[in-house]
């Protein structure tokens, strides 16, 4: 079972107690090293892909690792597949299978308020596959093999990490990210660059991460 662990009182999370309270939260981590603690997660990302107003879930495993001395992070996700109906006049005419990919871990920092709370801001370089377009009642994937961004897009998401004022900040605790994905052209479409893209590339797309608590 996912474990919820507090790190210390509100009082040793202001100012340089933030650093004791990140010290004894890595010493309480099983298996983590004098300078690193480490979060598994599980939980998914919702995209809202803005020009078919409509959500795509994909379900993500995410490993986490904070400097203890620097608050820096490293997060690598695992995001699987997600799918949507492309249907323009309300109808479902073709499925979209999509693929999140990251060009490598996202980094970022870890920021403290005054009130002992904290802020997690990261960024991650991805591109995006659509990997299947399937036409309502075939089996015939139209798109090939290769169709995805022509370039690699970067998403940065922040979030909030609570404090409670008697038990401290929850580190271990669930936490959700937010941010918003602009989504490049597509490319290598099997001759549909243009369809998929006036369907699935565009700024504006409300990206939200929820995680449970860290294993």
Do not use: Y
């Not at 802020?119 to 591109?127: H, P």
């Amino acid at each position: 079972m996912a474990s919820r662990i507090h790190t210390g009182s509100r009082a040793a999370l202001i100012g340089m107690g933030a650093v004791a309270a990140v010290a004894s939260a890595v010493a309480l981590s099983p298996g983590a090293d004098a300078a690193t603690l480490t979060l598994n997660h599980t939980g998914t990302i919702t995209t809202h892909l803005a020009s078919q107003n409509q959500d795509i879930v994909f379900q993500t495993t995410e490993k986490t690792k904070v400097d203890a001395n620097t608050f820096a992070v490293t997060s690598t996700i695992t995001p699987s597949d997600g799918s949507a109906w492309f249907k323009p006049v309300g109808l479902n005419l073709a499925k979209f299978w999509i693929s999140i990919q990251p060009t490598g871990p996202a980094t970022g920092q870890t920021t403290f308020n005054p009130d002992g709370s904290a802020v997690l801001t990261i960024n991650q370089q991805l591109n995006v596959q659509v990997k299947q377009v399937l036409p309502f009642g075939w089996n015939a994937n139209l798109v090939g093999n290769n169709c995805k961004t022509s370039t690699p897009t970067n998403l940065t998401l922040s979030g909030n990490i609570a404090n409670d004022p008697d038990e401290g900040l929850e580190i271990f605790g669930p936490l959700t990210l937010t941010g918003t994905l602009n989504i490049p052209q597509f490319t290598d479409c099997n001759g549909l660059d243009g369809l998929v893209s006036s369907i699935a590339s565009g700024p504006g797309n409300a990206v939200t991460v929820a995680l449970g608590a860290a294993a």
